[in-house]
């Protein structure tokens, strides 16, 4: 699973935990027919730098996934959603 995969990569911030903030952030990524990862967004800021920060470096490390099956998507690929929250 796509959301698994980057939650396995993604190293929360645990020190802006004590903050007491409830923190997420919705990283949008593009994955084309091949399955590579064309592009990767955040569609959505937490509003922390620290916490978007960590959520794009855990997607950088992430450049390929299973291609996609027939009928999923368009030619130019897939778009999908993944939310990261940090857990309190």
Known sequence: MLHDRFHARWAQPVDLLQSGEELSAILEITID???NIASAILAKSSG???MDDSVMTAA??????????SGLG???GYKVKIEFKLNQ
């Open 33 to 35: 027919r091949s399955g």
């Open 60 to 69: 950088r490390q992430i450049q390929k996934v299973d291609p996609l099956p």
């Open 48 to 50: 922390n730098l620290a």
């Open 74 to 76: 368009n030619a130019s």
